[in-house]
């Protein structure tokens, strides 16, 4: 509802400013005619136009009142302020001022149409009162046009009295101008045609010359500094402390925090930014994976680019790791101390950093330039060392100027096998879907595969099919042919799943889901839906037919399996609290014009620092009021989904490291900080990321040596 509702809003925002501006020109023209009955068939056009953009904006306002039902945060600031002060006060005086006078005006009986308009007439009809709300309107109308292009999240007070302000200022110069234009009429006195062509020329260029600089200022504002600290970045440009309180009914900035019951230390409290921890201070440098012991697996990852021919022939100008798309599958297993090379042979000065998705690495192992290290150039490497103390579905990618490297390729398979198996299977199979730039258009495919692929399984194989959405857009998998369960979500075990049909899969970008079932007698098709036509079909000799079904119901992860206890809940005694609210603001960002993507009303490098100590307990809710997914990654940490909608997780606990937000959707989650660092925290669409939708998880006593672009250029998208 809320997407249709914010659609519908969306469009009469587009429909109010022509609609009022065509009613206030038409309400202008009526006293202007000359004789009884032009003015009286102009009255009857002006009324009909008013009464349009009375409906359209009465429409407007039923409109929020559907939004409203999700919660005030989805009507307030820009919706609140343009709507409620700079257009509605003016409706208001439009329907007590203007349209009694045009209805009078309207049915008024002439014995002469053809006789002229008295002069008493006519200045009634250019009565201030009568022609200004129209007027006055349209300019509200021009502030619901333009609602993404103003600031979101401002507070209440500053809003209103902002917002009021600027309506008044337009008020007051329409009134002045309206009681000009009535003098001369009163007077006889009309204004030279040249002198008026003058002014309205003069108006024009100052109007166009005002845009121009605007334009120019934005670009040069926008721009961020070729260097500087990720510490400073977010303190000292404005990123909020975790602690700043946010009243939603007023679109207060802030990060989230707020006081608990018992009195614990709240976010806010920490009046410092990342990096000014004192004695006790603990670079990120320092926290590292083990310096020494025996690697149990030792890997080595080379960039490279290589134009790569996908399976239906289409060519893509791959960044690759060890030559190939994806990457090579990584395999380890739970406990093992994994080593890895990672060797820069791109082309130019272009770095390259590793991530591994999903896996509570130490902070200096975490691979995000600018942040936890050094962007590696051509010619250079870095070793990563770690062990993992978990098992599942990972996948690794870079996560330096990540909306370019890992569109071109550089991501692969990470599987981390559990100590003790115990679901062994027959057939263990990464499904990796991507989004590739071909030199027929972007293409998307499983693997570098665009095609339907044919394999070959036997009847009574167990098989695990592990789905994973490399690109930044949402997917929707489907298996067909059999009864299957979702053994696993990014990577975590359901606990208790059953068997279902028929159903949509629903992956953010970064999400991962683990599909297990046996293989009948007849084939089994496993289909991304961006790729219809595509996918794998299996059956036992190799050569199946299956169409695929992609309008089943879609899965709900949060009501699936069966309850289980977990060491944080909804009633756990949190430290912390955060409260996030995505949003869209048409503007300038880093020089470029596009469709910023905010967190509290700010881009990176002011979006909230989100400061956390060692042990304590963290919720977050989620409020996405934008009209796109944002699948959020916390990296470092897993957080429990507590609630969706203000509806509880009904079913198996769901730990996820990337939540799926979808416009309208208000989801709480929770985590506890145990590992220390600053750690990233953004939307894994990664050009969301490129427009700003990047924040930090900051332990407040770790800093970072590290800085954000500087001579190997980091740039941690």
Known sequence: MYVAAAGIELALGIALFPAWLLAAAATGLQPGRRTAGRMRRMSRIALLLVSVALLLTAARLLVYGLLAQ??????????????????LPAVVATTVWTVPWLASAARMRLPDPGAPVPLDEQSRARSPRRVVPPRLA????????????????????????????????????????????????????????????????GTAVVVLGTVVGLVNYGIAGSRLPHTFSMMKGEADWG????????????????????????????????????????????SVDQLRGPTSGTPDRRFTLTAQAKKVRLASGRTVDAWTYNGQVPGPQLRVTEGDLVEVELRNELPGKTPVTVHWHGVDVPNGEDGVAGATQDAVLPGKSFTYRFRVEESGTRWYHSHQAASEQVDRGLFGALVIEPKKRTRPVDDDVSVLAHDWKTDEGTVSAIGASDELERRRAEPGEKMRIRLTNTSGTTREFAVDG???????????????????????????????????????????????????????????????????DLDGPEFDPYDYGSPKKTELGPDSDFDRDYKLVFDEWLGFYDGSFGLKQTINGKVFPDTPMLMIKEGDLARTTFVNRGSEDHPMHLHGHHMLVLSKNGKPVSGSPVWQ?????????????????DNPGIWMDHCHNFWHSKLGMVMHLAYDNVTSPYEIGGPVGNKPE
Request: charged residues 20%; aromatic residues 6%.
């Open 70 to 87: 999700k919660g005030w945060v989805f009507v307030g600031d820009r919706r609140l302020f343009t709507t409620f002060v700079m257009l």
């Open 657 to 673: 490291d990337t939540v799926l937000v979808r416009p309208g959707d208000e989801i709480q989650v929770a985590f506890k900080a």
């Open 482 to 548: 059999v009864p299957y369960k979702v053994t696993a979500l990014d990577g975590t075990d359901v606990h208790e799943p059953t068997a279902i049909e028929g159903k949509r899969l629903v992956l953010g970008g970064g999400n991962r889901m683990d599909v297990e079932f046996t293989m009948p007698d007849g084939p089994v098709r496993v289909t991304d839906g961006s790729a219809p036509d595509a996918g794998i079909v299996y059956s036992p000799h190799g050569k199946g037919k299956l169409a695929a």
């Open 239 to 282: 990123g909020g402390v975790a602690g700043q309180h946010h009243d939603m009914a007023g679109g207060h900035d802030m990060a989230g925090g707020h006081d608990m019951a018992d009195g614990h230390d709240m976010a806010g409290s920490h009046h410092m930014a990342p990096g000014t921890g004192g004695a006790d201070a603990v």
């Open 138 to 201: 349209a300019f509200g109308g021009l502030g619901c046009l333009a609602q993404m292009a103003l600031p979101p999240d401002r507070s209440l007070r500053l809003g209103l009295v902002a917002y009021g302000l600027v309506t008044a200022a337009v008020a007051g110069l329409l009134v002045w101008r309206a009681g000009v234009r009535l003098r001369r009429l009163l007077s006889g006195r009309e204004v030279p045609l040249r002198r008026a062509l003058a002014v309205r020329l």
